[in-house]
């Protein structure tokens, strides 16, 4: 086993399925780019590599096809695909949608004292992660922005629809930062998020949440551009100024 796998062989939980742990691991191997679009995916040598049988690797499989990750051909094998422009727009579409009625509910009841020090507790330690240049860690700090405020108000089916999305759009962060999306941006908008929700201003909140979820736009055409053979071959323009309309 490789050892970006192995490390993220051993951040699974060890009480969890195998077929779990190995999808959570594959996954975030293609998100991270170890594993790269056009790569072979073999039952047997995944199987070999983590000690397990070919049964929960085949099942991780399949999740992995359901979320549009790799690619079952039929007597050729498992292969990694690549990024599609259009279901990483979709993704998006679907993210604001529900992220800004989360922050929606927050600023209009508002957030608990001990919840609101948790969000800020979050973007400082998502601000110590800049001069380090610690992307893997400011990525959790900013799953867990995300995942603190849509169960802080206890919309919790909200966040596994945002968990079942958002893959597309994660492979595409990867990417984008630092050089397309420096973090500093991010964390000042997510400091703008709770600012808006500690004032109770629910227009400024959804602005503020719109705003951030549209970085996307701002990055992906240079993506496409610097990274072809990450790309599905499409028309990126045309398909943002849709999604803007």
């Known amino acids: 086993m490789n050892m970006p796998l192995q490390t993220l062989w051993e951040e699974t939980s060890p009480s969890d399925p195998v077929r779990q742990r190995l999808y959570l691991v594959l996954r975030q191997s293609i998100v991270q780019g170890v594993l790269v679009p056009g790569q072979a995916l073999s039952e047997k040598e995944v199987a070999d590599s983590f000690s397990v049988s070919r049964q929960p690797v085949r099942e991780a499989f399949i999740r992995l096809s359901e979320a549009g990750l790799v690619e079952v051909r039929p007597q050729r094998g498992t292969y990694v695909v690549k990024i599609s422009q ?76 945002i968990e079942d999305v958002r893959t597309q759009m994660d492979r595409v962060r990867y990417l984008s930062v630092p050089d397309a999306t420096p973090i500093a941006r991010l964390i000042e908008q997510h400091n703008s ?30 993506l496409v551009q610097r990274f072809p053979e990450m790309f599905e071959a499409m028309e990126t323009t045309s398909l943002i100024e849709e999604a803007n309309q």
């Open 193 to 222: 998020i709770v600012s808006a929700i500690e004032a109770r201003n629910v227009a400024t909140a959804e602005q503020a949440m719109r705003r951030h979820l549209c970085e996307i736009f701002i990055s992906l055409p240079d």
């Open 86 to 161: 259009k279901a990483v727009l979709e993704a998006r579409f679907v993210r604001e949608a529900v992220e800004v009625a989360i922050v929606r509910q927050a600023a209009s009841k508002g957030l608990s004292h001990a919840l609101l020090d948790e969000l800020h507790q979050l973007i400082d330690g998502q601000r110590q992660c800049i001069e380090p240049h610690d992307y893997q860690r400011f990525y959790r700090l900013d799953e867990a922005f995300h995942r603190t405020l849509a169960q802080g108000v206890e919309q919790h089916a909200a966040w596994k629809v």
